[in-house]
């Protein structure tokens, strides 16, 4: 269960992995008010890879919510 049972969520919180997500087995998110939860768990090459896509995607769709981890 990893990230998310680490803050007391159970696995009925998990829709899809990335990974069936990326084959287009199941959809991602349908809507802006679904929240996406990556538990880097892999090699840090594989982690990186992975915040890449996911930042350069993020990065001109207007209904992301940026998030200051610094405050």
């Not at 899809?16 to 880097?40: I, S, Y």
């Amino acid at each position: 269960m990893g990230a998310p049972a680490g803050v007391g969520l159970g696995e009925d919180i998990i829709h899809a992995e990335l990974g069936e997500v990326l084959a287009g087995k199941k959809p991602g998110r349908t809507d802006a008010g679904q929240v996406t939860l990556f538990g880097a768990v892999g090699l840090p090459f594989q982690d990186l890879v992975a915040a890449w896509h996911i930042y350069q995607g993020a990065r001109h769709d207007d209904s992301v919510q940026r998030v200051d981890f610094g405050a």
